[in-house]
């Protein structure tokens, strides 16, 4: 795992906030702010889409999934009670589109209570500084996830080299840099409990990245996923584009751990969800979930895991 030296210099363009070098001050064309919030030196827009983008699924009453390009967000709460938390943050330059969808459900100038991550990746925390800025409201992640929100340790590279389609191939684009969310960002509850999230519960499901977690309600069996694993085949452009419904595991080119995915899919399946709304691709429900998740479990190596790649042969280096 790399770790990066982050500072407090920042350079700002249209409300986007991107840490910089000291080079960039120096020559007189930044400006110099201390203890901010930043993305990191590779944020960038992400050339990608699905057809998907810009709808929403009510999956149940207070359960809603809303596609930014090719990842979903989820909001909880009823939209008549006006209460209701943001899981996970969209993809790069993507937060007027968030903010219009809450809008839209929860009513003009509404903010979530929180907003909640399964994990720190680019496409799940892609617009929370502009977030957090305009609703002041605290971020929630696990433990192990903090060291990549608050400016110190990048992600591993993508492989563009593991099994996989054209989405693989362009992973090298994809920012690993470290964000700074600083004191906004706090670790998840130590029992369990979900701030703002009612009867649900944070269950620790690392091997995509060594903080995810996902979030299961016991009473109606109902289950966030985050990446943990995906209804589409999340390396391969067309089908991200076209959104064809597939159960898999983690996207492959950034997942470093498959024997912790594997375990996490187990513990996943046990829960017997009857909704799942994951990271990626459509929500799915009832005995095509119930199915599905079986049979990842049962053949999670020939479907999940790659038969090449980096993070499959050892050469992560």
Known sequence: MKTKQTNSLLRMDNTIYVSSTRKFFAEGRGVLLENELYYGE??????????????????????????????????VGHPASKEFVLVDAGMPYS????ISA???????????????????????????????KRWNV?????ELELPYL??????TDPDPTVEGGMVSKMSPMFPVDPINLGNHVKPLPSDGSVPHMTNFRW??????????????????????????????????LYKVFTQEQEISGPPRYLTPDWAASQESVKKLEA?????????????MEGKLLTDSLRKLVDEFET??????GKFVDGNEN
């Open 42 to 75: 590779d944020y960038k827009r992400i050339p990608a889409t699905s057809i998907e983008s810009g709808t929403g699924t009510e999956v149940l009453p207070d359960l809603y999934c809303y596609t930014v390009q090719i990842v979903n967000i989820v909001l």
């Open 95 to 98: 937060a007027e589109k968030i």
């Open 102 to 132: 809450i809008e839209e459900r929860f009513g003009p100038d509404s903010r979530p209570k929180a907003i909640i991550l399964t994990h720190g990746h680019f496409d799940h925390v892609g617009a929370i500084i502009e977030l957090v």
């Open 138 to 142: 605290p971020v929630y992640a696990h």
């Open 150 to 155: 608050t400016g110190k340790t990048c992600y």
């Open 203 to 236: 269950i620790h499901t690392p091997g995509h990245s060594p903080g995810h977690v996902s979030f299961f309600r016991d009473k109606d069996k109902a289950l966030i996923a985050g990446d943990a694993f995906v209804t589409v085949k999340q390396e391969y």
């Open 271 to 283: 829960l017997k969800p009857s909704f799942a709304i994951t990271g990626h691709g459509m929500p």
């Open 303 to 308: 479907i999940a895991v790659p038969e090449y």
